[in-house]
């Protein structure tokens, strides 16, 4: 199966801010991630698919990269209702597998 | 304006069967792919299995002897059943619709188990 491996654990940041997070997969799985947004309470929440694509809606300040094995999620000016926790999700083949997620606090 | 809402018994005795049920409302349910995912408390998220367009399902390997997702096309709805549950599967479980990605997602059925 593959595995997932997302950096940081946590970080903190302050708003206005350029954050990146990543992602690592343990074999190339093209271009098929996905990263989700989730807050305390609430469902996950579609950003990015097919590793660059935009889900609709989506501020344009969040954008994906990368490719194989290597992505990238970054929040180009982070805002207030940025802080959260976020996944990606490798949609390459079965078993699908999450990231152990990254969250994003206040500093 | 597609919206998945769940339900199912939110507390369970070691050995007993975790069932919860997800139902469509304003959308196409064929031709996607219906995915159930858990969250336990604190923790990330663990892709359970799914049932696809063409009625295969798919399950992690680590749960895939006591776990069977199905659906009913004809009510729009999605089922989990989980068999002989213990304090591990204390978990948000949440079903979730896709084709390329999870779209739309249910609002999360909190299920613990506890004897």
């Known amino acids: 199966a593959i595995q997932m491996t997302q950096s940081p654990s946590s970080l903190s940041a302050s708003v206005g801010d350029r954050v990146t997070i990543t992602c690592r997969a343990s074999?190339?799985?093209?271009?098929?991630l996905d990263w989700y947004q989730q807050k305390p309470g609430k469902a996950p929440k579609l950003l990015i698919y097919?590793?660059?694509s935009l889900q609709n809606g989506v501020p344009s300040r969040f954008s994906g990269s990368g490719s194989g094995t290597d992505f990238t999620l970054t929040i180009s000016s982070l805002q207030p209702e940025d802080f959260a926790t976020y996944y990606c999700?490798?949609?390459?083949?079965?078993?699908?597998?999450f990231g152990q997620g990254t969250k994003v606090d206040i500093k | 304006q597609v919206q998945l809402q769940q339900w199912g018994a939110g507390l369970l005795k070691p050995s007993e069967t975790l069932s919860l049920t997800c139902a469509m409302y304003?959308?196409?349910?064929?031709?996607?792919?219906w995915n159930w995912i858990r969250q336990p408390p604190g923790k990330g998220l663990e892709w359970i299995g799914e049932?696809?367009?063409?009625?295969?399902?798919n399950y992690s390997p680590s749960l895939k002897s006591r776990v069977t997702i199905s659906e009913d096309t004809s009510k729009n709805q999605l089922y989990l059943k989980l068999r002989d549950v213990t304090a591990a599967d204390t978990a948000v479980y949440y079903c979730?619709?896709?084709?390329?990605?999870?779209?739309?997602w249910g609002q999360g059925t909190l299920v613990t188990v506890s004897s």
């Open positions: 074999q190339d799985i093209r271009n098929d």
């Open positions: 979730a619709r896709g084709v390329l990605a999870l779209r739309y």
């Open positions: 304003g959308g196409s349910f064929s031709g996607y792919s």
């Open positions: 049932i696809n367009h063409s009625k295969s399902t």
């Open positions: 097919a590793a660059s």
């Open positions: 999700l490798q949609a390459y083949n079965y078993p699908r597998a």
